[in-house]
């Protein structure tokens, strides 16, 4: 009987007193571990949208490079035929606000006037398409007949950046070859002219300020910006492009913010 009592003694449990003494500190703790794993959990989120928001920025100005760098020229307002010259011919529902209206370039508006080709210009055996006009499509002095030429139009709606692809009317049936290039509208707007949606380039712009903001310049060497008019649009070779964003993650705010400065080639032809 004594050496059961002993062994009894040997293993009794906690005392009232001693569960008090020791539950609070258990529990400050367990709430400052916690705490420290939230915290780290909530900085490798909040790291995560920085690094993201730092590639999709960048992204966006590489994507605007790269047409800048293949277009002929900036427009002041949409160009919708062989040349230059304005036209009201915007197929609807490719204008602004999915209508006919032409855009206007400037300060937040980028219209780039592109060459059509017959395949992507990564591809070696892309070529212009030409007018079935003065030689015909099978002459080998086809290349002095007109190029077709289209519009990329950068643009902000709802928060985002978008890029619109616009052709000219009879794109698709009246020229040497059909372009590679597609007539582009909103999101859900899919039709005759509207073979496929607008690409959303950039999300989360801070709308707070000027998001995309565009300034103009005669050449690269130059730098007192203009704003691009019908009169001097053919005159300005390089562009200066600012992109900001701003998101809310975990709590914190995110604003990403980079400057492109990049100049057109000026070629009409290959």
Avoid at 142 to 171: A, C, D, E, H, Q
Avoid at 235 to 255: D, E
């Amino acid at each position: 009987m004594e050496h059961i009592s002993k062994f009894k003694s040997r293993n009794r449990g906690f005392t009232v007193v001693e569960v008090m003494v020791v539950a609070p500190i258990l529990m400050l703790v367990i709430g400052v571990f916690l705490g420290v794993i939230t915290e780290l959990v909530s900085q490798s989120v909040v790291s995560r949208a920085q690094s993201q928001a730092v590639y999709d920025v960048q992204d966006a100005l590489s994507r605007i490079e790269q047409d800048v760098k293949a277009s002929s020229g900036f427009l002041s307002t949409n160009s919708m035929g062989p040349s230059n010259n304005l036209s009201s011919s915007i197929l609807s529902p490719q204008g602004l606000n999915d209508d006919t209206t032409a855009f206007t370039g400037g300060s937040s508006v980028l219209i780039l006037k592109m060459v059509a080709t017959t395949t992507n210009l990564n591809d070696s055996s892309v070529r212009p398409i030409y007018s079935n006009g003065t030689f015909s499509c099978t002459d080998v002095n086809v290349i002095y007949n007109t190029t077709m030429i289209y519009n990329v139009v950068y643009f902000v709606k709802n928060g985002s950046l978008w890029r619109r692809t616009m052709m000219p009317s009879g794109y698709n049936g009246t020229w040497c070859a059909t372009p590679y290039q597609q007539p582009s509208c909103s999101v859900g707007i899919v039709n005759a002219n509207c073979v496929t949606e607008d690409s959303e380039i950039l999300k989360n712009l801070d709308t707070s300020t000027t998001p995309f903001a565009l300034n103009y310049y005669i050449n690269a060497n130059n730098f007192s910006a203009l704003a691009i008019t019908a009169g001097n649009a053919s005159t300005l070779n390089t562009v200066q492009v600012t992109l900001i964003t701003k998101t809310t993650i975990a709590g914190k705010n995110i604003n990403k913010s980079a400057t492109l400065r990049v100049s057109n080639i000026g070629y009409s032809s290959f």
